[in-house]
């Protein structure tokens, strides 16, 4: 109950943060991105070790779920951010 | 095969086979989002202007419907565990219906996205709007396969199995948390 609250919580969170602003032509914002993705993967996490009981399963399992996650936010976070640097030009 | 969490032993939930599934999917996905998300930096204000056409009302509604499915298979696992079998009947068939609550919702979103006239072809955010949630629809699909073996399972006495239940749960929880990336993906990052 207390995780599917939470859960839901930050799901609400995120819509107002994804929808602050409120400004007619959208712009980039950092803060933003980076907050909204970083829960999602909170969210995951939560769903994880809780809902899908990593939390009580072999070292390796809880290794490799958490390895999974660590690779989705490093991507996803190295590309925006090369992205907003300009990186790609 | 019975697991009780309050052992000392740790153990694997479900088949491993189905959390090999489960980490083959995750990485595919995370692949899917890494395009999408250089696409996205190489022409941000396309990107951004498009995704302002969504309505996220939409993605957090099936966002909490499906986090809700996810806590009540949960508890169908449970129950499963504790030889509560109606109870466990009961849970999985809430969570059979929550996914149907998702489907009408999510059908009904690309209804009205498709009237204002934002197709696959529109433009690359639309194309991958529409791609990644058809491939999150297809498994959601899927997942009312794998609730019915569940249930067929709990309804005979001679047939249960709690690994079974785990699995299909497993499988279930994996349509949930891809559900949660492409919500902040899509419809709500900058």
Known sequence: MLVWLGLSGISVLQLWLGSSGGAAVPVANAAITLSVLGMALVKVRFIMREFMEVRHAPALLCRLTDAWLLVTAISLFAIYLAGMAGTFG | ?190
């Open chain 2, 1 to 190: 095969m019975a697991h009780s969490p309050s052992d000392d032993a740790t153990f694997v939930p479900g088949q491993p086979d189905m959390w090999a599934l489960v980490l083959f999917e995750a990485m595919l996905f995370t692949l899917y989002f890494g395009v999408y998300m250089v696409c996205r930096v190489l022409d941000p204000q396309l990107f951004l202007e498009s995704q302002a056409l969504l309505d996220p009302r939409w993605g957090v509604l099936n966002t909490l419907v499906m986090l809700t499915s996810s806590w009540s298979i949960a508890r169908c696992v449970q129950s499963a565990r504790e030889g509560s079998y109606n109870a466990a009947l009961r849970d999985v068939f809430i969570t059979f219906a929550l996914g149907l609550v998702f489907v009408v919702l999510k059908v009904a979103e690309w209804a009205s996205e498709i009237g204002q006239g934002l197709t696959f072809t529109t433009n690359e955010f639309f194309s991958f709007y529409y791609f990644l949630t058809a491939i999150h629809f297809i498994h959601l699909l899927v997942g009312f396969v794998v609730l019915g073996i569940v249930i067929y399972q709990l309804r005979g006495p001679a047939r249960r199995s709690q690994e079974i239940v785990e699995t299909g749960a497993t499988y279930w929880h994996l349509v949930d948390f891809l559900w949660v990336m492409i919500f902040a993906l899509v419809y709500l990052i900058r």
